[in-house]
């Protein structure tokens, strides 16, 4: 509700020579009106005073009359605050995210309905399917909600499709068939060249939608499983002939909530939004093991607009959740980055890499991200960004507030010679940009190395900032705040002392001490 000011100002005296009333009606910003009415007074020629005493006996005879015109003005701010709040509002957030409220669907049907049978044996998909076609016919009148009761519902891969809430129930389970011959092949991603791990089609994902609008997945915390164990296996035996797919992936669509479920046991990357603007994940529970599943990143937003992810518990095998935004050459021919991303209110853990990464894949660049209220504990690396020569692009304006590392190795990590490429044909000089790296308010306990930022002559890191740290270390080795072409500043005291590297400011932001060696170097991976 708007905040409205009343600002009067008048002398109503008789003996006032000239009085002159000033009303005006002033918006400083989206919320606040200012009403002022203000009385000047002066002395004019003699003649002024009849005609201008008798027009304001006119119109303002009476305080009775002056307030009433006031209230008048006062409800006429609010009706139009009111017709337009909404759009103000989400203009006024814009510089992050605007997400749509899902809407409440018309029609809800169950999967029983269409011949589902939650044995834990019977393939449910063309159940799915069937459902998923009926509500296809629904668009126009807001589009349908599919009920997945209690019960195990085993099914092959299939697609989700526009104006469509798939509602999960509690206890109601979503298995994944774990023969890849069920599960169709698609094109590998444009901006990933040849594949992910091997040349042509890849598998596709367990739930499946493209060029979408308005979805939601939710439920009462019932799980989509992937059964990912049998596809680890023959993954590190080299018996799989195509790149993994993933649990859920959404490309190429808008407006999408996914919301209070738990997904498991991925066979490869767990939740993957792909080109997609306006996307809401929240209240989450993702899992897979610690170990020996191999590329089970929790959440990997790539070439991502406006998108929000917060409230959720995220432990898998490989980087809780990693922002994206394509490979090399083919991820900067495809031009899209990832931006207006807000991470925040996450518990995450992650034995095999990283709390939360950017890249390396980030070739259509990574901006506007900010990570907030985060902890990090059992990990082998917290936050990481992490890229290489031949990526290109940019990371940059990247915020990292309010974070907590409990028994991490290595807390904050800046990597730039991650050289894993999709084929010979990048571009060895195509130089990714990284700058504008915030951090502050990051404190923890049993960390190895809180602070590792190796850039290198073709790739600075520049305009670092430290802010409000203290790390507890296990290990009393000289170089645990490690940087390598590195420019920044540290601003008020912070621990462990940092390297020598940034600028030294005091808290109230004046300059005490200029870096005269942001080139050197005390990187050592051994600690």
């Known amino acids: 509700m708007p905040v409205i000011s009343l600002f009067i100002y008048s002398y109503l005296h008789t003996s006032t020579p000239f009085t002159h009333y000033l009303f005006s009606i002033t918006q400083f910003n989206t919320f606040t009106y200012t009403i002022m009415v203000e009385t000047l007074a002066s002395s004019p020629p003699s003649n002024w005073r009849f005609n201008i005493r008798r027009s304001i006996s006119g119109v303002l005879s009476s305080y009775k009359t002056l307030f009433t015109l006031l209230w008048i003005v006062v409800f006429a701010s609010l009706f139009i605050w009111q017709r337009n709040f909404v759009d103000e509002f989400l203009i006024f957030r814009r510089p992050i995210v605007g997400h749509p409220v899902p809407k409440l669907r018309p029609v809800a049907f169950n999967l029983t309905d269409f011949g589902g049978v939650g044995d834990g044996v019977t393939l449910n998909t063309l159940a799915f399917e069937k459902a998923v076609y009926m509500i296809s016919k629904l668009g126009k009148k807001g589009g349908g909600q599919l009920n997945v009761p209690a019960g195990k519902w085993l099914t092959a891969p299939f697609n989700l499709t526009s104006h469509m809430t798939l509602f999960l ?70 018996l799989l002939n195509h790149t993994r797919g993933p649990l859920v992936q959404i490309m190429y669509s808008s407006d999408i909530v996914i919301s209070n479920i738990t997904l498991r046991n991925s066979p490869f990357w767990t939740l993957h939004p792909y080109d997609c603007k306006n996307v809401t994940i929240r209240n989450m529970t993702i899992l897979a093991p610690l170990f020996e599943a191999p590329n089970t990143d929790g959440i990997d937003p790539d070439s991502c607009e406006d998108m929000v992810i917060e409230d959720s518990y995220i432990s898998v095998g490989d980087d809780a959740i990693a922002i994206k935004s394509g490979w090399d050459q083919y991820g900067i021919a495809y031009g899209r980055p990832s931006q207006n991303i807000l991470i925040r209110n996450l518990i995450v853990q992650s034995m095999v890499s990283a709390g939360i990464s950017i890249g390396s894949e980030m070739s259509g660049g990574v901006s506007n991200v900010t990570i907030e209220n985060v902890l990090i504990w059992n990990s082998r ?44 044909g990048f571009d060895p000089k195509a130089f990714p940009v990284i700058r504008a790296i915030n951090y502050s308010s990051i404190h923890g306990e049993g960390v190895r190395v809180p602070v590792r930022i190796h850039g ?23 170089h645990i705040f490690q940087c390598a072409y590195v420019s920044g500043r540290v601003i008020g005291s912070i621990f462990p002392k940092p390297c020598e590297n940034l600028d030294l400011y005091d808290e109230q932001g004046n300059l005490v001490k ?11 991976y051994d600690v």
């Not at 936050?383 to 915020?399: E, M, P, Q, S």
């Not at 900032?465 to 507890?472: A, I, K, L, Y």
């Not at 200029?514 to 050592?524: H, M």
């Open 381 to 424: 690396r917290a936050v990481r960004i992490k890229t290489a020569a031949g990526r290109g692009a940019y990371i940059k304006d990247i915020t990292y507030r309010n974070l907590t590392f409990e028994n991490v190795r290595v807390g904050i990590i800046i990597k730039t010679d991650y050289n894993e490429h999709p084929d010979a």
């Open 456 to 478: 290198s002559a073709d790739i600075r890191v520049r305009d670092v900032t430290f802010r409000d740290m203290s790390v507890g270390i296990t290990y009393k080795k000289k």
């Open 514 to 524: 200029k870096s005269v060696s942001e080139n050197a170097s005390d990187i050592d």
């Open 169 to 238: 129930a509690e206890d109601a389970v979503i298995l994944g068939l774990d023969d890849e011959r069920f599960w169709p092949l698609m094109p590998p991603l444009p901006s990933y060249g040849y594949g992910r791990e091997h040349p042509g089609s890849r598998y596709g994902s367990l739930i499946h939608g493209e060029n979408l609008k308005d979805v939601v997945i939710t439920g009462h915390n019932g799980t989509i499983d992937g059964q990912g164990k049998r596809w680890w296996k023959r993954y590190r035996q080299k």
